[in-house]
Structures are given as C-alpha cells and as structure tokens.
C-alpha cells in the first residue's frame, strides 16, 4: 500500500509560479507511470501531466511549455513546476501513480492541494 501526499498549492497572481510535490510513502521506483490530474469547480477531473519510467513525459495542452513534471525516484517524490500561472489553471491537484504490487499494478491518488490563481 502506497500513500501520496501532495503539497505546495496556494494562492498566486496570475503570471506567478508554484511548485508542486507529491511524496509517497513507499518507493515510486517501480511506477509504471505517475502524473498530476486536476479539477475545477463543475468540470471533470483532467489530465495535466504525465511522467513515465522511462522518463517519457506529455501534457494537456492547456500546460504545455508552461508545467514540467519530473519525478526524483531518491526521493520517492514527484514535482510539477508550475509556471506563467492563469486564472484558468485554479483547482484541484491531485497526484496520482501506477505502481507495482506483487501480482499486478494497483492506481493511487492523493488527497488534492488547491491551487487558485487570482489577482
């Protein structure tokens, strides 16, 4: 069982930059994929970004250029560097991995950490 808790939102200016961390509580190395969802008040929970093993990355466009997400395996710890911050990115992050169990692969997200963005 792996816990994965997120930290690092707030409130930011448009134009401003966070950072945001999600720390597992057992190793990340064996994910087969993490990344970072969000969900604005009445829309659906949507893909932000992804990083694979391999180190294999994409992103909504909506983020694309603006939201780098890398993950430090050491750490047991993915980050979404979060850049040129708009009104539109305000929600809901959450984190979310793939990772192996002994048999299969089992999906975990965490809690969520709001971000608002807002003059």
């Known amino acids: 069982q792996v816990q994965l808790v997120e930290s690092g939102g707030g409130l930011v200016q448009p134009g401003g930059s966070l950072r945001l961390s999600c720390a597992a509580s057992?190793?990340?190395?064996?994910?087969?994929?993490m990344a970072w969802y969000r969900q604005a008040p009445g829309n659906q929970r949507e893909l932000v970004a992804v990083v694979t093993t391999g180190g294999g990355t994409d992103y909504a466009d909506s983020v694309k250029g603006r939201f780098p997400i890398f993950r430090d395996n050491a750490k047991n710890t993915l980050y979404l560097q979060m850049n040129s911050l708009k009104p539109e990115d305000t929600a809901v992050y959450y984190c979310?991995?793939?990772?192996?169990?002994?048999?299969?692969?089992?999906?975990?997200w965490g809690q969520g950490t709001q971000v608002t963005v807002s003059s």
């Open positions: 057992g190793s990340i190395f064996s994910a087969n994929v």
């Open positions: 979310y991995a793939n990772i192996w169990g002994a048999t299969k692969a089992y999906d975990y």
